[in-house]
């Protein structure tokens, strides 16, 4: 049996991928293009590994010929695809909140057709994105809470689309589930990380600019020593490994059924970034915004105990998240 990977060429699918891997589960990664699909299949180099080409998640029939050919193989689903914010795109409805929410109904409906019985669990990536709320950022919330968000508000900047494209998404699967109780038997969770930082999958993916996540942390390396930093709460972050581990964790045992896992390791903020570079990486002192010592210290605003104590984990620290995107990057500009 294998496990149906959607966005298999993403920053978090392939750490995702390769815990799967390193467990011996058989993965079919759906991807945009042959090429993204060569270019996985290369890195990996595990037979256990096939990828399936979907050009467009937006029609509402894109999982179905996946599901036909392959759903008596296919017994758990983690839904990744969707669109991660992009500066400058304001086609806001067709380039994430359509892609999302059609995405999420056209997967489920593909299971629904073609594989109601075979596939056991599906994990969908949500975010904190669905949880937070967006009229008041101090309110400390957690897994119960929906980010009130409206589909008008959603499309005012390519940042409320992807809160609204999250929340949007995750309220179609739920719904579903509630319109097709009797029609299917799947097991359902939804994993909301905070933003995901730690290193690229494979030294060949570190580029001057990272994935979106991680460019929070590799952006204070190009700034200059006189930037002054916010020390302003900027989000709550979470480590790409815990990550992984509560999406595989959560097909693997019932009691996630139903859930929603709320992944979030502390808050941050740009100074607490370099605070933390500055003192994992002395040699670079001087080159960047400098460490400030009272720098102000954040209130928790994502109360993720409840999820830490069914995963059974603890959080990576946030040194650690920060050590591992800085030192593939230096290591790439020959600083190390
Ligand atoms: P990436 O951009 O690295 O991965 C996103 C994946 O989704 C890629 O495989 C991308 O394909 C695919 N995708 C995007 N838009 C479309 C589309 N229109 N049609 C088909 N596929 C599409 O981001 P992450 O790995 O960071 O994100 C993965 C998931 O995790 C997303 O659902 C994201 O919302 C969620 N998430 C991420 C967080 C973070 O901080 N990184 C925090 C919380 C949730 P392609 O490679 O072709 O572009």
Request: aromatic content about 8%; hydrophobic content about 40%.
């Amino acid at each position: 049996m294998a496990v149906l990977v959607t966005g298999a060429s993403g920053f978090i699918a392939l750490h995702v991928i390769n815990l799967l891997l390193s467990q011996n589960y058989k993965v079919i990664g759906t991807v945009r293009s042959q090429a993204k699909a060569d270019k996985v299949i290369r890195q990996f180099n595990n037979p256990n590994l096939s990828f399936e080409i979907i050009s467009d998640i937006t029609k509402l029939d894109a999982f179905d010929e996946t599901l036909k050919k392959h759903g008596k193989e296919i017994d758990n689903v983690i839904h990744m695809a969707s669109p991660l914010p992009e500066e400058g795109n304001t086609d806001f409805e067709n380039h994430y909140l359509l892609p999302a929410v059609n995405g999420t109904k056209s997967i489920l409906s593909a299971i629904k057709k073609f594989a109601p019985r075979s596939v056991k669990h599906v994990v969908m990536t949500s975010s904190i994105a669905a949880i937070i709320n967006v009229n008041d950022f101090s309110v400390v919330t957690t897994e119960k809470d929906w980010n009130p968000i409206t589909w008008e508000q959603a499309k005012t900047s390519s940042f409320m689309c992807y809160l609204g494209s999250k929340t949007y998404s995750e309220k179609a699967a739920w719904d579903f589930l509630k319109e097709n109780k009797d029609e299917v038997d799947f097991k359902f969770t939804a994993v909301n990380p905070a933003m995901v930082f730690g290193r690229q999958m494979f030294d060949e993916d570190v580029k001057d600019t990272l994935n979106v996540s991680c460019e929070f942390v590799n952006k204070i390396l190009c700034l200059p020593p006189t930037e002054k930093l916010s020390q302003d709460y900027a989000m709550s972050y979470v480590h790409v490994d815990d990550v992984a581990l509560a999406h595989v964790k959560a097909i693997q045992e019932d009691k996630f059924d139903g859930k929603r896992l709320l992944l979030s390791a502390g808050t941050y903020s740009d100074q607490l970034i370099a605070n933390s570079i500055n003192k994992q990486f002395p040699q670079i002192k001087g080159t960047i915004p400098p460490a400030v010592e009272d720098c102000k210290q954040l209130d928790i605003r994502y109360d993720s105990a409840v999820t830490q104590k069914l995963l059974g984990i603890e959080w990576k620290s946030f040194d650690a998240s920060v050590y591992d995107i800085v030192h593939q990057a230096l290591k790439r500009r020959g600083k190390l």
